[in-house]
């Protein structure tokens, strides 16, 4: 309720001077200027019920301007709030700008500036202000050693955009140097990379022939807290319509058509082709010189040999293999095999 009004329209009022009472039944908050100016479209009157993001008045230049249409933005449709909180702009300002959060405080009541400030004292006073981090967002982490590894080192190393911080294989000597990056550790040493900050790696298990080991290592990286960002060589072509999900390998001289979608962990090998609308499952790996073309559909965890080619709409089933050179004219069922140099069905 506005329980009691201080200004009238065409006043002209300083920084800091009361605007109006606000009561609750539960508090009573009283708002002042923020700035210097003229009271403009004021529409509400003292004993008036007003809900929180409703706009009071305007404080302008001149008495006579005129307030666009437009401008009125609730407070409850900015992203963040919790259900049922009322709060004030400059309340508002405030916690987002120390990143509180505003479920601390009980629905309906309407937040003021000063609770806000209060609520943040009170949290620095008891250490619950997050500590500060030292994450470093261009550190990244090399999980393999091998080939496939050795190609991610140059594919990181040409984007420009991370510093490699060293190499994870659990079958490879700690301290051993592969392409000028040293051999840390295996999987032991993950909780201690993070605690240094390091927060992204890439999966270089190619896991071909078993895929479920590079599987595990995505699950690794992951309960370690490590994210895999998508990385793409800078020769390959991806439309723009296309969608890499995270952990997505795409390596030079690909293409990756119109709305193509590749999922999380996928490998795009050198000079593969995904045409327009296809779909490629998590953890597929498309070998160099695979050819899709338009609409085909690859299950999860399916391996595409080099220079295999699949026909218009085909779909593969998960865990499919697909052998070299093969010509794939129709569907292949779950886990199904296709010979190398076959064409299927045969």
């Excluded at 008036?48 to 993001?53: D, E, K, L, S, Y």
């Excluded at 509180?100 to 629905?107: A, K, Q, R, T, V």
């Excluded at 999980?143 to 080192?153: D, E, N, R, V």
């Excluded at 990181?156 to 991370?162: A, E, K, Q, S």
């Amino acid at each position: 309720m506005l329980a009691a009004l201080y200004i009238t329209a065409g006043q002209h009022v300083d920084i800091g001077d009361l605007l109006c009472t606000l009561e609750t039944t539960k508090s009573t908050a009283e708002l002042a200027a923020q700035a210097e100016g003229y009271v403009v479209g004021l529409q509400v009157s003292q004993g008036q019920t007003v809900q929180a993001g409703e706009v009071l008045c305007y404080l302008a230049d001149s008495p006579d301007w005129t307030p666009p249409v437009g401008l009125e933005t609730p407070v409850e449709q900015v992203a963040g709030i919790p259900e049922g909180v009322r709060i004030s702009q400059p309340a508002l300002a405030l916690a987002l700008h120390h990143k509180l959060d505003l479920s601390y405080f009980p629905p309906g009541v309407f937040i003021t500036e000063k609770m806000v400030q209060e609520k943040i004292t009170s949290s620095e006073q008891r250490g619950l202000t997050p500590p500060v981090s030292p994450f470093d967002p261009t550190a990244i982490i090399v999980y393999g050693a091998g080939g496939h590894g050795k190609a991610l080192i140059d594919l990181v190393r040409v984007l420009g955009i991370y510093r490699i911080v060293g190499l994870v294989d659990d079958g490879v000597e700690a301290g051993s140097v592969i392409l000028g990056v040293q051999v840390l550790g295996g999987e032991e040493v993950l909780s201690g990379l993070y605690e240094q900050g390091i927060r992204l790696a890439v999966n270089a298990v190619g896991g071909i022939g078993n895929i479920t080991t590079r599987i595990q290592v995505f699950h690794r990286l992951a309960q370690a807290g490590f994210a895999c960002p998508a990385v793409v060589h800078p020769t390959a072509f991806i439309e723009p319509s296309a969608n890499l999900s995270a952990g997505v390998q795409v390596m030079p001289q690909t293409y990756v058509g119109s709305e193509a979608h590749i999922g999380y962990g996928a490998i795009i090998n050198t000079g593969a082709i995904v045409s327009h609308d296809c779909q490629v499952g998590d953890y597929a790996n498309l070998s160099p010189g695979a050819i899709l073309a338009g609409e085909v559909d690859i299950g999860a965890g399916t391996l595409v040999g080099m220079g295999a080619t699949i026909n218009l709409r085909v779909k593969i089933g998960p865990g499919a293999r697909i052998g070299n050179g093969a010509t794939v004219k129709e569907d292949v069922p779950q886990g199904g095999i296709v010979r190398a140099g076959t064409i299927w069905p045969e």
